[in-house]
């Protein structure tokens, strides 16, 4: 059966980039554009994975984990979080993983890349 | 034309040769045409106009440096974090307890990464090791990268790595737990950097310097750029600095089989080789 990776981002561009590649990779892609938009998603489905902007209007991604984290996935694993970010900084890596994501990649990103990522974190 | 640029067949046979020569490597057809790209650099850094000029300097004059460049420009330098990590996670586990078991009485652990590149394996083994903590209290743990490259090991010294390498198959619990964020890149922690020792060295000649036969060796993607005879002598080298109970890696792609009877697969840890004396039991003579 195929992966199911959910790209939150709010550009629209990067969600097209992330789909080809992820769908290159032989991923059930669904898309959201905001922070709310994926907690709404994730109350009904779980995806394995979710590649999360944290830079976005209305719920930020580092919001969204917050909110996240509460959520219950009943005997199902919760899905990993790679997050995707510009900012180059160790503190603000540091903070993402503390507030639960479980690797981050840097944007713009390739397919060897982003497949590394995903490696990592046990779903490719 | 065999270079498929613009330099004179001759030129090319030169540079062939001078790699053959200063590292046993031999270019593949495609990478031959990948050379004058390659060594593009090296010709903008010395101010010389083409392949030909190049050759013509390398012949006539004496510059060591221009030598160790051109050679480190036609090496095939990749490298990653973690490269194949389910082959670490093995490690991780099964070898390195194997290891401790037949090595508990002299508490030494030998690890040497032949090939290594700018590094990444060897400091991927330091912080696998010291995260196991406790397991090699009272050992001496000793992590020693060699390479024919003068650049890859002046860069693997000094620990730094760009946004793209250092996001290539390092966990980011690592890369925060062992590396710092400079103006420069990510620079490994003076705690890993201590972890290491790398020198250069021509394999087929240089003895590494290790205090005791290696009990794991890593040689990955390196053998695939010799030619058959080099390729042997290669391996007869990794068996004479092996320990009889060892683990030799190989890169993804690479085998022992039909390429050497010096290391046979090992019955132990799939993927692995050891020593194939260990394996055979001879007839006992009557
Ligand atoms: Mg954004």
Redesign the pocket.
Known sequence: MSKSCLVV???KVIRKVARHILESMAFAVDEAADGQEALRFCRANRPDVILL?W??PVMSGMEFLGAFNDLDFGHDERPRVVFCTTENSIDHIRAAIEAGADEYVMKPFDRETLEGKLQLVGVA | MMGGGTASESAYRVLMSVLESRTGQTLSPNRIWRIEMSLKPVLQRHGIADLDALVAALVTANGRQLLDDTVDAMLNNETFFYREHSVFDDIAEKALEYLRVVNARQRQLTIWHCGVSTGQEAYSMAMLLAEQGERWAGWRVDVIGTDVSHHAISRARVGLYSQFEIQRGLPVQRMVRWFDQTEAGWLAKADLRRRVDFSVQNMLIDRPPLAAPADLIFCRNLLLYFAMPMRQKAFARLRAIAAPQSFLVLGAGETVLGQTDQFVASPRLRGLYEPADQQVRRPVAA
Request: glycine content about 0%; overall charge negative.
């Open positions: 981002d709010d550009s902007d830079n976005m």
